[in-house]
């Protein structure tokens, strides 16, 4: 019996270099290069640090994923990367490299969907994706909710954030009070200290769009509560700001994805994205889905965020679908759209 098609997978769509390798429904390498301590000191990521340092670690990052697996780049049958949406000159550099290894190897190349591969990963650690699903996507570069009715095709939009993506506006508050960048992790850990229900933050909602986010009012409701403390010369409750702040945003991302869930009629909500390592967002999302009879499938942390091996994942189902391999000229797409 043949094996499973082995996919290499590159992702530089924004600070992370990823390069994973899938078999089949096997995760056999899953290397990451980060330039995310280079962006600290300037509070969010600079596009051309980014570019910068992919083209440093990208051959290496290969490198390393081959050796974690036991490969050489013979045992590889095609070549898949994310060819947007993300920043244009970052994305330039993953696409460049996975046309020249395709290019070199004679395999062929598959340009993918950043978006369809948060996706995508899910399969590797829970099974194939029902179809359809619904998908909320939250990061620092994005905050979707996506109907799939299969992950290898198009893929509809039903809301999306109209501002702030919502791990951006993690990292803006952690700015707020003087917590380190990234700010998710660091507001995550503060919360746990801290009461929820000490500051009743705005819900934002979107006139017309019902599945849509919008959290820059967010942001400015917690910079202006802060600044009143400050001004009253009194202390900041960091950890109860942290608190409260997050579970407006948890509240939020939830409700509106178990509302689409059940408006479409669809019993399966997959989470993905750097946000959803948040420890509030996943409880809450369990408690909701469960609530509703929903399945609810979130990957780990280390695939939720950015990584190489949600590109091969997806990779595999194009070349099991029989779909037809991107010609050697596509372009990096920094607004690649869905459909
Ligand atoms: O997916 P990701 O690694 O990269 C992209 O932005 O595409 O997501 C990074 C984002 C950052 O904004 C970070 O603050 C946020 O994910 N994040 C979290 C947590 N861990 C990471 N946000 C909330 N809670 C967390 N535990
Ligand atoms: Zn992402």
Redesign the pocket.
């Known amino acids: 019996m043949s094996l499973p098609p082995t996919i290499l997978g590159i992702e530089t769509?924004?600070?992370?270099t990823g390069v994973g390798i899938v078999r089949g429904s096997e995760l056999l390498a899953d290397a990451l290069a980060s330039s995310v301590d280079e962006h600290a000191r300037f509070g969010g990521?600079v596009p051309e640090v980014a570019s910068r340092a992919h083209l440093e670690a990208m051959v290496p990052t290969v490198h390393r994923a081959l050796s974690d697996a036991g490969l050489t780049l013979a045992d590889i049958d095609a070549i898949a990367v994310t060819a947007g949406p993300g920043l244009a000159g970052a994305l330039l550099v993953g696409v460049a490299a996975a046309k020249a290894y395709a290019l070199s190897l004679g395999k062929p190349l598959y340009g993918v969907n950043h978006l369809s591969a948060h996706v995508a990963v899910d399969r590797l650690v829970h099974g194939d994706l029902p179809q359809p699903c619904v998908a909320l996507l939250v990061?620092?570069?994005?905050s979707s909710l996506l109907l799939v009715p299969d992950v290898t095709g198009p893929v509809e939009s039903l809301g999306a954030t109209v501002d702030d993506?919502?791990?951006?506006a993690?990292?803006k508050v952690?700015r707020v009070l003087g917590l380190p960048f990234?700010?998710?992790?660091y507001?995550?850990r503060a919360a746990t200290e801290g009461d929820a229900a000490a500051i009743d933050f705005p819900r934002g909602l979107v006139r017309d769009s019902p599945y849509s986010f919008t959290f820059s009012g967010l942001k400015t409701a917690v910079a202006r509560w802060v600044e009143a403390k400050e001004r009253a010369g009194e202390s900041v409750p960091v950890n109860d700001v942290a608190a409260s702040f997050?579970e407006a945003v948890a509240d939020v991302l939830t409700a509106r994805a178990v509302a689409a869930c059940n408006e479409h009629g669809v019993d399966t909500l997959v989470i993905g994205?750097?946000?959803a390592?948040?420890?509030r967002?996943r409880l809450l999302a369990e408690e909701r889905c469960d609530a509703k009879g929903i399945t609810l499938r979130m990957p780990p942390?280390k695939l939720?965020?950015?990584n190489g091996a949600m590109v091969a994942a997806l990779g595999v189902l194009l070349v099991e679908r029989g779909l037809e391999p991107s010609p050697l000229d596509i372009a990096a797409d920094s607004s690649m759209a869905l459909a």
């Not at 769509?13 to 992370?16: G, I, L, Y």
């Not at 990061?139 to 994005?142: F, I, R």
């Not at 993506?165 to 951006?168: D, I, K, T």
């Open positions: 769509s924004c600070d992370e990521v990061s620092g570069g994005h993506a919502a791990g951006e993690f990292d952690a990234p700010g998710g992790p507001i995550d997050q994205g750097g946000v390592a948040n420890s967002l942390p939720c965020t950015d």
